[in-house]
């Protein structure tokens, strides 16, 4: 069983940073792309950031800019900085990790910013 420990969640002001991180507890084989989603209240699930293994990024359109994800892969590990921050950036923003044919969700960091 393969878990997805993220941190770095919590209180910022508008224009501020944080910076998010997720690590496996073991070491995983074959995974395709690392990336970020988030969920606001009353709202679906969104994808943020995603970075393939070859490191190829591909960001929402609304974070593009200001939201840069990286990758260790020795480590197993994402990494979302998040700057510029917005309130609408306020979500539960949740880690995943592909492995062919499964899909690793972490368990969810709270992210709010105040105006």
């Known amino acids: 069983q393969v878990h997805l420990v993220e941190s770095g969640g919590g209180l910022v002001q508008a224009g501020g940073s944080l910076r998010l991180s997720c690590a496996a507890s073991?070491?995983?084989?074959?995974?395709?792309?690392m990336g970020w989603y988030r969920q606001a209240p009353g709202k679906q699930r969104e994808l943020v950031a995603v970075i393939t293994s070859g490191g190829v990024t591909n960001y929402a359109d609304s974070v593009k800019g200001r939201f840069t994800i990286s990758r260790d892969n020795a480590k197993i590990a994402v990494f979302l900085q998040m700057d510029s921050l917005k309130p609408e950036d306020t979500a539960v923003y949740y880690c995943?990790?592909?492995?062919?044919?499964?899909?690793?969700w972490g368990q969810g960091t709270q992210v709010t910013v105040s105006s």
């Open positions: 073991r070491s995983m084989f074959s995974i395709n792309a």
């Open positions: 995943n990790v592909v492995v062919p044919p499964l899909a690793y």
